[in-house]
Every structure is written in C-alpha cells, then in structure tokens.
C-alpha cells in the first residue's frame, strides 16, 4: 500500500490515527487540558469542578465496598457492590450534592470495609483524602484479614476520625473524597461524601454520679457522707449509632484540702465511648484535716470535642462540726428539739408526773443535708436514779423506728425513738439524753423530768425513804422484849 493510496483517501487515514491514539489510552493515563481520564478506575476528574466524579459504563468487578458506623460494624450503606456499580450518593457532583451521603455529627469516625475474591488479586493500600474545610485522619488500616478457604475471600477494613472544629458556633458540612490504591497499576477506587459537624450542648452524652451503694445522685445540692470515699462517675451515650471521643477528664476543687484519684479507661490520656453503652471510672477521695462540717465542692469536667464540656458538680463532707441536715422534734415534721443540727431546745423543758413515755422524732433534711447519716443508738443518763429509771424502747416490728444499734439514717426518712421512764419516789431530776452521730458532733440535749411517789406500798415514799429507821425500831423492840424476859425472877 503506496503513500499515494492515502493521499486519495484522507479521511481512512484520520481513523487509523484514531484507532490508535484509543489502544494506547487502555494502558496509560493521558492528560488532556484539565480533564485527566483514567481508565483503570473508570472515573473522570475535572479539577475546575470540585468533588465532580462521573463514573463510566464498565467498572471495577468483584469488589465490595461498604460503610458502617464505628462500634457498630454493621454495613449501613453500600459504597461499591459486587457488580462494579458505585452508587451515587457517594459521586457528589455539583449537581447533586444534596443526594450525597451525609454521615451525621453524632458520628465522629467511620469504618469502610472491603471484600473480593482472592482469584481478583486486589490489596487496597493506604487511601488518600482530600477534604479542603476538615481535618481528616486514617485512624486505623488498611487492614486485609486472612483468606477464607471455604470461598477464597478477602476482606478487610480501614477507619477515619473526622477533627471536626472544637470552636464552632453553628454546623457545619465538609465534602471528603477519598482515593483508595487497589494494588494494581493504575487501579484505584475514588468515591466521596460529606460529613457534619455539631457544636456546642451534646444532646446525647451525659455524666452518672452513684455513691457507693450505687444509688444515682441526680441533686446539684447533694452532699455525699464523710463515711462514704469510694463513688463512681460514668460517661454515658445514648445515640445507638453514634461514637464519641472523651480527652482526660479534669477535676476543680474549692479547697486544697480536699483531693479526689480517679481510675478507669481514658482517665489519663482519654478515649472513646460507643452508642448504647458507658465508661465507669471509680473516685476514690481523701479528705484532709479538719474542716469543721463544711462540705468541699467539687467540679468535674469531661471534654468531649468539638461539642461542650460535660460537668458535674458536688459537695463532699468531710466531717466534724455539727450534723448539718439532722432534725429532731417531739412531733411528726417538727424541729423544736434540733434545727439543722443545733439544738433549739431550753435545759428547763419539764417532763411531768404523768409523762411515762417520751418519743422523738429524727429526720434528715435541708439543702445542706447528706444523702445520709448514721446514727445512735441514742443514750439516755438519769443523774438521780433514786427518783426514775428509764430506758430506749426498741419496736423490732417497726423497721422505720431508731435502733438499739447504729442506724442509718436517709435523705427525707423521719424515724421515731421511744424512751420509757419508771418513778420511784417524789421529786425532780435532770436527764440528759445524746445522739451520736458517725463523723459529726454528738447532739445533746437536756431535760427535766418530775415524778410523783408511786401508791404500792412496795414502792411507798415512806417505805423507801425510812426503811432503816424502821428497821432499827424493831429491832429495839426485839432486844427490849428479850431483856424484860431476862430481868423477870423465875419460879421455884
């Protein structure tokens, strides 16, 4: 075939040059004005237009891509199926960029897992991103887990942790396309979507204080019991989907003689806490030195970016000084004995003739009240006992009544105790009657108890008060009779 047959026939020649120029486009990457056409990965990019992916007829087969929330590790969208097809809420063109993936604020990384089978020969290695508004980092990956005999397949998986910006005042929404090398020359996924960014109250995550009977403190005002030392904090999530990361918790007090150790995952270089469940860290306090009775305030904060800090607040007694919160009174609600732990009554309260019985009624209340309080058993001291005795009642039935042994005395709970007294003779003593109080200042109290003689003759004024004048009269009279008898002259 002559040069001069071609010259005849100019437009057979421009086919051939076309043919050609295709053939070689099968092994090599041509770049052509802006746009870069890629036939290995079937993709074709405009860097004029952002995020502008438009994917071809034929496509990558036997490889499946999918998406799941970090700690859920179920797929929840599929990225590429194994039919090459990449779906199109992970193109995001320009023109439609509100179809596009949206992976939520409550969601702080994702987990992109791969399968194929291993007759394809892929080994995805280290994707690259591009996100011009967030940092994105690859957390973990990519990972290929050993082959399944059964099927030959392949799988594996890589995650990204999304450093949403700590310092934003409204959402926001970031586009990120990522490009993962699929081991072969030329060979690569590329797909996108757009991830938001909350800011300021997280509505899902909270703190859990629980004292040491693992009873929840919900009350701001709540003062947690010298004798308690040992509590727990939790950081809890309750978006199933969601994952949250925690930096190390901080812990603010009010008074340097107060310190407060905490133990448990991330307390010293922080973590994360997944959808559904919590982290538990044990507080273990000291309380140092005397504080009088004046409860220590304690603050403790757990960042959790980009959101708000979460805080807790509390107060912890260390002991000594009066048992703030403690009311006593002789009636049911009443405080006319003891008013927040100071005793209101007057040392000249007369308890009269016809009194057999005193009961008193305790109860734990207030703002500055603990949680709870252990008390008594309480102590009852007659300085005459020659005129009345006495004793604590203890109603076994009666499981709301004080003790005859140290009780625990709770938050709003009222308990009766009953002393019962026995007069002797006619007159006046004092009583003086005490609380203990675990941790605290007893609580005493005085009072003045009147008793008039009793009729029995076994407990008559005169018998008990001249019983050894009677005593020494007949025994008088006795010697008297036997020396009459003595002196009298006998009889022939």
Known sequence: MSLKWFSERPFSLACIIVLVSLVSLKANNIVYGENMINMANLTLENPATRNLTAQHKTSIQGLFVGLANYGDHRIKKTILDENGKLYPEFTCSSASENSCFLVDMFQDRSIFYFEFQASYNYYPRTPKIESKTLPVVLEEGPTLEAEDLQDSLRSGAFTLFYDCPHKATVPSTHAIKVNVPLGKPGSNLTFSFQKECGCGTHPHAYLILQDDQGEEINERSAILDPAISTFQL??????????????????????????????????????????????????????????????????????????????????????????????????????????????????ITVLNETDKFLELYLSLQGESSPRSMLVGPPILDIID????????????????????????????????????FICKRTGQTSIDI??????????????????????????????????TLILFTLLAFVLGVCAVKKLRPRKN
């Not at 609380?435 to 009147?450: A, C, G, S, T, Y």
């Open 434 to 467: 005490s609380f203990p109080v675990r941790n605290r200042d007893k609580i005493d109290m005085h009072l003045v108890k009147r008793c008039k003689a009793p009729s029995a003759f076994r407990n008559s004024t005169y018998l008990t008060a001249n019983s």
């Open 385 to 420: 006992p020659s005129i009345v005795s006495g004793k604590l009642i203890s109603d076994t039935q009666n499981q709301r009544s004080l003790t005859l042994h140290e009780d625990l005395l709770r938050l709003k709970d009222q308990k009766p105790v009953t002393f019962s």
């Open 234 to 347: 939790s950081l809890a999530l309750n978006y199933v989907e969601g994952v949250q990361s925690f930096d190390i918790p901080k812990t603010i007090y009010d008074h340097d003689s107060y310190r407060l150790q905490m133990s448990g995952q991330g307390v010293d270089r922080g973590g994360i806490v997944l959808g559904g469940e919590k982290i538990t860290w044990i507080l273990q306090d000291e309380c140092i030195g005397s504080l009088n009775g004046i409860p220590r305030v304690v603050n403790i904060h757990v960042p959790i970016p980009p959101f708000e800090s979460l805080s807790i607040q509390f107060s912890k007694d260390c002991g000594g000084g009066r048992p703030r919160g403690l009311y006593v009174g002789f009636t049911p609600n009443s405080y006319d004995i003891v008013k927040d732990g100071l005793v209101q009554l007057s040392p």
